[in-house]
């Protein structure tokens, strides 16, 4: 497969002056009074991206996301680097981004179509689709300075999908406008993707990058520090988030954390402490793909049984009972410790999760050397697929005692063909109905017999 989008050793320096006269007294000198501090927003970003691919670029705010966006777009200039792009490009980064303020929306759109090389022949023909597709009525003939977020977004994606781009370029623009207008946008990226477009771009929603992507990369602090499956960015993506958060809790007071858990595709073969069916500690293996936490609890078991003989399953029939059963082990003191589990298909998109706080059964307070067991039963009436379990125990305001991504790995069967991710079980029911007075079925059973049923299929079409 080619390659639509080559990065090689891309990095962007910016200076920053205390005052606005310590620029000038830099220049006057040519340099030799150095009067900047160097911020580095991006360090040796290197990465190649495969024609008709999907790639989301993930990562906290202030990593540098928007800035390698803006890079490879041509808007911005690296500090050294390169960046090759074979194909137009359509981007939408920063809300507004390309528009001018003072020209109505249907001039922006003329405007942005003549940049991307299109006649004015070329954009009449695309038109109806882009007004159709944005759905702002009279205001596109309106200034933009007049518009909402909203109205920005949806004119500014409607002419970046309506264009046919080789390469679509989005800076977290799916976030802003309502529900109706992300699906809308979401099922055009998947038309685009079924295309053979390249898609690259930016989101802080991982429901959203599972669902699209195939590839991702994390970026923190400038740097790149994960590029594989969406799962495998998201898990230290994560990582990232808490490490934050707990940072943020140790300065602002709060006491000094317990023992890190945060160990990442370690899982094969490892073998914690268990609980046997008498209650005697005995070693189980414990598995998962990615753990983090702050080591105040651990888990020490986690299976999916069969909710009535109490038996680890793999293979579950829709439908069928089963139950997760959870062990935690106390290293402290817990006043008010929450256990819960997700359940993920294998795409990553949550499916259905819960814990002991939200189901109204506290397990209370917990004491050092305790183990605390919470089962959770319920109706598997998940649709044929493969999914995986993440457990956790925490606190109520979310604070990771031990959480452990992909602990249990489980297959669902449907005996009856059905489609999605969930099986509502759905009951149906046919009839015969009349039309003005007359049986339907006579009507239809005469047409296709080849004979009669002439004045019964009148009857029908008026």
């Not at 070329?122 to 009525?137: K, N, P, S």
């Not at 370029?169 to 309502?178: F, I, K, N």
Request: aromatic share 8%; glycine share 12%; net charge negative.
């Amino acid at each position: 497969m080619s390659t639509a989008l080559r990065v090689e050793g891309v990095a962007k320096q910016y200076r920053i002056y205390d005052h606005p006269s310590d620029r000038l007294k830099e220049t006057l000198t040519r340099g030799w009074l150095k009067r900047h501090r160097e911020f580095w927003a991006l360090r040796e970003i290197s990465f190649e991206i495969e024609r008709g691919t999907t790639v989301g670029i993930v990562g906290p705010n202030g990593s540098g996301k928007s800035t390698l966006l803006q890079i490879i777009t041509g808007t911005l200039a690296p500090t050294h680097g390169d960046v090759q792009v074979e194909g137009r490009v359509a981007a939408l980064l920063e809300l507004g981004a390309g528009f001018n303020l003072e020209f109505t929306g249907l001039e922006n759109v003329y405007m942005n179509a003549a940049l991307m090389g299109f006649s004015r022949a070329d954009t009449d023909a695309r038109l109806d689709r882009i007004e159709r597709f944005a759905e702002i009525g009279d205001f596109l003939h309106q200034p933009v300075k007049t518009y909402s977020s909203g109205m920005y977004v949806r004119l500014a994606f409607a002419i970046a999908v309506n264009t046919d781009p080789e390469i679509l370029v989005v800076d977290e623009a799916l976030s802003v406008g309502d529900t109706i207008f992300q699906h809308r946008c979401v099922r055009r990226i998947k038309q685009m993707q079924e295309a053979g477009t390249t898609i690259l771009f930016v989101s802080h929603e991982p429901t959203l990058v599972r669902a699209l992507c195939s590839r991702a990369i994390l970026l923190n602090g400038g740097r790149m520090i994960a590029d594989g499956t969406p799962m495998e960015a998201l898990n230290r993506y994560q990582r990232v988030i808490m490490a934050r958060e707990e940072a943020y809790a140790d300065g602002g007071g709060a006491g000094a954390p317990g023992r890190q858990i945060a160990r990442e595709n370690e899982s094969a073969g490892e073998v914690a402490v268990g609980v046997d069916a008498a209650g005697a500690v005995a070693p189980q293996p414990l598995q998962y793909s990615y753990r983090h936490g702050n080591g105040r609890a651990e888990v020490i078991g986690a299976e999916l049984v069969d909710a009535a003989t109490g038996r680890t399953v793999e293979l579950v029939e829709t439908g069928d009972a089963v139950a997760v059963r959870l062990r935690v082990l106390f290293h402290e003191d817990v006043a008010e410790p929450v256990c819960g589990f997700m359940i993920r298909n294998r795409h990553g998109i949550n499916v259905y999760g819960t814990n002991t706080e939200q189901r109204g059964q506290p397990p209370g307070a917990a004491r050092r050397g305790e183990i605390i067991e919470a089962v959770f039963t319920f109706d598997c009436w998940l649709g044929q697929e493969h999914y995986f379990v993440s457990v956790a125990a925490h606190t109520p305001d979310g604070e990771a005692f031990d959480w452990l991504d992909g602990a249990i790995f489980f297959r669902v069967s449907c005996s009856v063909e059905m489609e999605g991710i969930a099986n509502l079980n759905a009951r149906v029911t046919t009839r015969r109905v009349e039309v003005d007075g007359r049986d339907f079925s006579r009507a239809t059973g005469g047409a296709h017999a080849g004979g009669g049923g002439g004045e019964e299929t009148r009857a029908l079409k008026a």
